[in-house]
């Protein structure tokens, strides 16, 4: 492994485990075959060694940018996930309101209403494992 992929990936992987939590890295790392490795290497090298960790804009704004790009283009399944990681960002619920409402006049509003629900239902579950109810 060259240098630079070697820091991308320990810088990606502490700025992963930062923004998602160690208990979903270490999920998701479980589950991980040698299918997929090249394809990890990549998202921890790229996404989160380069993307995330940059701080060319803050995470609350990098989170409101990813949640709004994923609901315009329709990529919902990861929706929960970087709802659950607005908790390590400082994005609020009303942030994500405003994302929200972006993508329902410039990408949707059938997009921004499910990407609403899915908000409403991972905040909810979170509500729950905290023992705060609904």
Not at 13 to 22: K, M, V
Request: hydrophobic share 40%; proline share 4%; glycine share 8%.
């Amino acid at each position: 492994m060259h240098e630079e992929d070697r820091r991308l990936r320990e810088k990606g992987e502490a700025t992963r485990r930062e923004i998602l939590g160690d208990a979903h890295v270490d999920r998701a790392d479980a589950a991980g075959t040698p299918l997929d490795a090249p394809f990890r290497a990549l998202i921890t090298e790229g996404a989160w060694g380069r993307v995330w960790s940059s701080d060319a804009i803050s995470p609350r704004e990098r989170s409101m940018l990813t949640l709004a790009l994923l609901a315009a283009t329709g990529n919902f399944e990861e929706i929960p996930m970087h709802i659950r990681a607005t908790a390590r960002t400082g994005t609020s619920m009303t942030d994500v309101a405003e994302a929200f409402q972006h993508v329902a006049i410039y990408a949707g509003v059938p997009r921004a209403n499910h990407a609403l629900r899915l908000a409403r239902e991972t905040y909810a579950e979170m509500r729950a494992e905290a023992g705060e109810g609904t």
